[in-house]
């Protein structure tokens, strides 16, 4: 009965929320010394307010936490569907104001690099969570999680597993979520990626205990139609950046 109800709330939700949004996700590696400032300076002052112009809210920016090398800049940009991405990327490449105001980011010499390389993925948001959760304000560790699966079909029972089953135990279990994408390009593919929110470190070790040990997830775990559908687990924390919109 409560599969059901489950079920009934996703189509629901679909009906009231519309199509799901598609999302990007940028990973900067920043080089030792590298000019940091001025890839602040371009997000901030620059992208993110042409993007806002556009309609796109509710971006993204987080710096891993653990001092990594090379250090790294998560970007999540929210699109409303698939052509919305496409309108907005063709509006940038012809807006005067937008291409202005970045002249100083593309002058930045070779040597004094604001970034070395940068990843970009795409992603469609699951029915069950057709768009992105704005985290409460005293949200200052996210955890960002890919899953890989070993084959196409592997990510699509993932998929289904959370869609039907588990989104109900995160809510109950405290893993707040922020957005979960099916990936459709860049790498690590076939894979999906999610991220959530926790208040504190503390927080987040609490409540994933309480979801490893609930008897619905115990359950549901064990399902064969679920066997073997995660091949490897990546998992990165991050902090917010001061102007990050979420």
């Not at 489950?6 to 189509?11: K, S």
């Not at 099916?182 to 309480?210: C, D, H, I």
Request: with cysteine.
């Amino acid at each position: 009965m409560k599969k059901y109800l489950l079920l009934l709330c996703l189509t629901l939700s679909l009906l009231v929320f519309g199509q799901k949004e598609y999302y990007e996700l940028r990973t900067y590696s920043i080089p030792f010394n590298g000019s940091e400032k001025a890839l602040h300076d371009y997000l901030e002052n620059i992208l993110l307010p042409a993007l806002n112009r556009y309609g796109v809210k509710d971006i993204g920016v987080f710096e891993a936490i653990g001092d990594p090398t090379p250090k790294q800049l998560v970007l999540l940009i929210p699109y409303k569907n698939i052509k919305s991405y496409g309108e907005v990327i063709t509006e940038l490449q012809s807006d005067s104001k937008y291409l202005d105001k970045r002249k100083t980011y593309d002058s930045v010499p070779h040597d004094k690099r604001a970034y070395s390389r940068f990843s970009s993925s795409f992603f469609i948001a699951f029915d069950g969570l057709p768009k992105i959760v704005k985290p409460k304000k005293e949200s200052l560790l996210f955890e960002l999680r890919t899953y890989e699966g070993y084959s196409e079909d592997a990510v699509r029972r993932k998929v289904k597993m959370f869609n039907e089953e588990e989104f109900a135990i995160f809510d109950e279990t405290g893993l707040h979520s922020v957005f979960f994408g099916e990936q459709v390009s860049g790498p690590l593919m076939p894979a999906l990626t999610y991220m959530l929110s926790f208040s504190s470190m503390e927080e987040r070790n609490a409540n994933w205990k309480k979801f490893l040990v609930h008897p619905e997830w115990k359950r549901i775990s064990g399902l064969k139609e679920y066997a073997h559908s995660v091949s490897e687990i990546k998992r990165t924390f991050l902090k917010p950046l001061s102007y990050s919109q979420l």
